[in-house]
Nanobody, 125 residues
Framework: EVQLVESGGGLVEAGGSLTLSCAGSGFTFDDWAIGWFRQAPGKEREGVSCIYSDEGKTFYANSVRGRFTISIDNAKNTVYLQMNSLKPEDTAVYYC??????????????????WGQGTQVTVSS
């Protein structure tokens, strides 16, 4: 059974940093796409960042490019999202998602094959 477990969320002041982790189990990261999405209260879910496990190609939403960095440790089956210069508008539940055999998830950042339960990130002003 494919499982994705997020960790690392919390409360941080504006301008601060957090690193989220997504640990995958029940599969190996060979030729998968792993991504981060977020959903703020009253808003639709949006794609944040995505990475191809094999080639390491990365994708970012315009709203986080230059501030967030996605990385992968295939040996640990874990994807990280380093978030710097956090803003109050980054407050949301962050979800890890995965797509077996990368096709559209990283391109349009709307759909995925598997989802984690989410971790709350709150940025205070």
């Amino acid at each position: 059974e494919v499982q994705l477990v997020e960790s690392g969320g919390g409360l941080v002041e504006a301008g601060g940093s957090l690193t989220l982790s997504c640990a995958g189990s029940g599969f190996t990261f060979d030729d998968w796409a792993i991504g981060w999405f977020r959903q703020a209260p009253g808003k639709e879910r949006e794609g944040v960042s995505c990475i191809y496990s094999d080639e390491g190609k990365t994708f970012y939403a315009n709203s986080v490019r230059g501030r967030f960095t996605i990385s992968i440790d295939n040996a640990k089956n874990t994807v990280y999202l380093q978030m710097n210069s956090l803003k109050p508008e980054d407050t949301a539940v962050y979800y890890c998602a995965a797509e077996e055999t990368p096709s559209i998830m990283c391109v349009d950042m709307t759909v995925a094959d598997y989802w984690g339960q989410g971790t709350q990130v709150t940025v205070s002003s």
